[in-house]
């Protein structure tokens, strides 16, 4: 094999609310973090948990769509590949680093908060993804109502409960 990978698939939690910014050129970029969690059983024979903290970075049009329809403690799916930033600290003089994972597509895998907590910060459907692309088409190629990218099963004229298994991650 001629080439390399650099692919990284999270299933988590949210762990804090995003936060967007822009950059100087106007473009949108969202952070926030995703808990992983794994369970075993340590020497004493009792089982014990493990949380691992991702740092998530999402560009463009998955950066606004994070940032308005993740809140903190929704489960999700996050696709991305792995990069390390450095700089040198002002304060210290010493080199930093951060590695983080570049999302290039998020779903969303638990129901729709209710309207009692949900907020201003939008509807989504269970299941329902989206990917980096500023398209206004869904995976099956069929705009959505309100031009966002959706996937099949969140159509106009589909039911609202149908999921589509070829939309599954796993």
């Keep these: 094999m001629a080439g390399s990978l650099n692919k990284v698939m999270l299933i988590g939690n949210v762990g804090r609310d995003p936060e967007m910014r822009y950059t100087q050129s106007g473009e949108p970029v969202t952070t926030f973090s995703v808990a992983t969690n794994r369970r075993y059983k340590g020497s004493d024979g009792q089982p014990r948990d493990e949380t691992e903290w991702h740092n998530i970075v999402a560009w463009r049009r998955l950066a606004e ?10 489960r999700i799916y ?13 304060a210290t003089g010493q080199k930093k680093y951060r590695t983080e994972i570049v999302a290039t597509d998020m ?3 638990d129901a729709r908060p209710r309207d009692d907590e949900q907020g201003d910060r939008g509807e989504q459907s269970e299941q329902e993804g989206f990917d980096r692309g500023d398209a206004r088409e869904g995976r099956d190629g069929r705009e959505s109502r309100d031009g966002r990218t959706a996937p099949v099963g969140a159509l106009a004229g589909s039911d609202d409960n149908a999921i589509d298994l070829d939309d599954t991650p796993f």
């Design 78 to 90: 996050i696709e991305g590949s792995l990069k390390t930033r450095s700089w040198d600290d002002q």
């Design 107 to 109: 779903q969303m895998l």
């Design 65 to 74: 769509q994070c940032n308005e329809y993740l809140t903190k403690g929704r």
